[in-house]
Nanobody, 126 residues
């Protein structure tokens, strides 16, 4: 059974940093692109960042570019999101997602991701 479990969320003041982790189990995701999305009540799930299967390519939403860094450790089957200079608008539930086996290319739409975690809450106070 495939599982993605996020951790590292919490409450932080504006300007602070958090590092999210997503531990994958049940299969190896080294051939799959993975991504981070976020969601707030009443809004659609929003793309944040994605990384290719090998980790050689990354892509970011304009709203987080230069502040967030996505990375992965395929040996540990773990995805990360380093978030710096956090803003109140970054407050959301952050979810990690993985594409299906043999899908290493980055895509930003939720419909291309086959596996999802439950999410971790990030709250940024002003």
């Amino acid at each position: 059974q495939v599982q993605l479990v996020e951790s590292g969320g919490g409450l932080v003041q504006a300007g602070g940093s958090l590092r999210l982790s997503c531990a994958a189990s049940g299969r190896t995701f080294s051939s799959s692109a993975m991504g981070w999305f976020r969601q707030t009540p009443g809004k659609e799930r929003e793309f944040v960042a994605a990384i290719s299967g090998s980790g050689s390519s990354t892509y970011y939403a304009d709203s987080v570019k230069a502040r967030f860094t996505i990375s992965r450790d395929n040996a540990k089957n773990t995805l990360y999101l380093q978030m710096n200079n956090l803003k109140p608008d970054d407050t959301a539930v952050y979810l990690c997602a993985a594409r299906s086996i043999g899908s290493p290319l980055i895509l930003t739409s939720t419909r291309w991701y086959a596996y999802w975690g439950q999410g971790t809450q990030v709250t940024v106070s002003s």
